[in-house]
């Protein structure tokens, strides 16, 4: 077993009366729950004072009137990850998990993300982005022809491959554009790198910030869906399979994005390696990565010898305000 990157020698009595926060309403509400009751049943497994807390059922001020000490932040999407609900803690006075306000609001935009990242040369992939008004016909059929075939069409204020289609042809493209604009009022028009897709996870902040093993993700058809994400036993997450100065590279680069980004507690990048240099490409970061069954962080702190449960109360012991 390889030796932990971070203390794992937690008083879990001492970190209060904690909320676990779940549900919300987003189009991420399935994967929260899910995420959320595993989180909730871990840190009561490890002696938290642990409760479930929907935002979309009770209102954020009872976390003030029920006594919480901290939060748990296990949101996705809009009105979770974005910053939104990290303003209304730090308005509370409750330290969180993850990310702090400003870090979670540019990192959940993947298009602002692109941008923060290319100022310091970071490599992503080829982009447009446009906003509904421009997405006339005319315009949607020259996409291809600037960005090449085939293109990956996004809303970049979802995540968990909402709304996401590799359009790979010109007849693809306008029932690509249909469906994410069901999503965003904005798209995110992605060249499409072919090769492996990989992923790679972070604890911590700063210059202390560490990052665990590379999972390369092998998807039916090689297409890392809703379905294959959350539903399909059939999608393989693998370690090792990379050469040691890749991975080394990998982990250096999504290190640089992270603190970039000013991301704290955790995060987790996906990436694209071409096929022919292997060069990796950063495509996203996420600042209230899964916490599933299926979830890649999980599975990453495992590799290294952190259990499920001493991770959560890892990651809930970061908590804290962006204001000091």
């Known amino acids: 077993m390889t030796t932990p990157p971070i203390d794992l020698n937690i008083d879990a009595a001492a970190l209060g009366k904690v909320a676990v926060l779940l549900g919300g309403g987003s189009a991420e509400r399935p994967v929260s729950l899910m995420s959320g009751n595993g989180v909730l049943a871990a840190l009561r497994a490890v ?22 000490d901290r939060a748990f932040i296990a949101l996705h ?23 702090g306000v400003t870090a979670s609001g540019v990192a959940m935009d993947k298009t602002m993300t692109k941008r923060v990242w290319g100022t310091e040369g970071l490599p992503t992939p080829p982009y447009l982005a446009l906003a ?12 291809p022809d600037e960005l090449g075939l085939p293109v990956i069409v996004k809303p970049p204020h979802e995540g968990s491959s909402i709304g996401i289609t590799k359009a790979v042809g010109y007849s693809d493209m306008q029932g690509a554009v249909d469906l994410a604009l069901g999503f965003d009022d904005e798209l995110l028009f992605e060249q499409c790198i072919d090769g492996p897709e990989v992923t790679c996870a972070v604890l911590g902040q ?24 959350y539903v399909s036993n059939d999608t393989q997450y693998l370690f090792g399979t990379l050469p040691a100065a890749l991975e080394a590279e990998i982990q ?40 599933t069954s299926h979830s890649l962080v999980p599975k990453a702190a495992q590799a290294v010898g952190i259990a499920y449960p001493q991770l959560c109360l890892w990651l809930l012991a970061q908590a804290r305000l962006d204001r000091r």
């Open 47 to 68: 002696g938290v004072d642990a409760h479930a807390f929907d935002p979309a059922e009770r209102p954020l001020q009872a976390l003030q009137a029920d006594g919480f």
């Open 77 to 99: 999407g809009r009105g979770g990850e974005d910053g939104t609900l990290q303003g209304a803690l730090e308005w509370l006075g409750i330290p969180y998990t993850g990310s």
């Open 132 to 143: 509904r008004a421009e997405l006339t016909r005319e315009r949607i059929r020259q996409i």
């Open 206 to 229: 700063g210059e202390s910030a560490v990052a665990l093993p590379v999972v390369e993700i092998r998807a039916a058809g090689g297409d890392y869906s809703y379905e294959n994400k």
């Open 252 to 291: 250096q680069l999504v290190l640089k994005a992270y603190r970039l980004l000013g991301c704290r507690g955790w995060g987790r990048a996906d990436l694209m390696l071409r096929k022919a240099d292997m060069k990796p490409f950063l495509l996203e970061m996420n600042t209230s990565p899964g916490m």
